[in-house]
């Protein structure tokens, strides 16, 4: 059976896609997007390569454009997690702390089974992010205490532990 027309277009983009070219990948998908604007992975592919095409290779595309594609495939097929999950990402990489802690809970929701990995790597992520962005301010604990508080509240969810019990541990 033959590939059709928009099939192809989708293996371009994903060819462009594990080539490293994320520019160009970025170009297809997006005019992809336009005609096949109720599919999902179209929409989760334009905002994937977006966010590596900004951040790796120095395209112009804006944060909220690609914000925007996330929720789009979110909206059209609401049961991936990894499109919660790379949403959730993104928006840490972007500064939107609350939007990716809800991402990332819903990502929780939908696959019980990911539930600690997921809590853990907002934990990581977010802190990570925190103190690379605020830096030297960080270095003061009064400071830091309220982002080391949230994520060590998401790596006590991971590890499904009650912070008395994480105590009586310590």
Not at 56 to 76: L, N, P, Q, S
């Amino acid at each position: 059976m033959a590939e059709s027309a928009p099939d192809k277009q989708i293996a371009a983009g994903m060819k462009a896609m594990d080539e490293g070219d994320f520019k160009k990948a970025y170009s297809l998908f997006k005019k992809l997007a336009e005609e096949q604007p109720k599919n999902a992975d179209v929409w989760y592919y334009k905002a994937e390569c977006g966010n590596y095409a900004s951040g790796m290779f120095g395209a112009k595309v804006a944060v909220e454009e690609i914000m925007d594609a996330y929720r789009k495939a979110i909206e059209i097929d609401g049961d991936r997690v990894e499109f919660y999950q790379s949403y959730g990402s993104f928006c840490i990489s972007v500064n939107k702390y609350d939007e990716a802690e809800k991402a990332y809970n819903e990502a929780a929701q939908i696959d019980e089974s990911m539930e600690s990995s997921l809590y853990a790597e907002f934990a990581i992520e977010y802190f990570n992010n925190v103190m690379a962005t605020y830096g030297e301010i960080m270095e003061d604990p009064k400071a830091r205490a309220p982002y080391a508080k949230k994520a060590l509240q998401y790596m006590l969810k991971a590890l499904e532990l009650s912070p008395e019990e994480a105590k009586s541990l310590l």
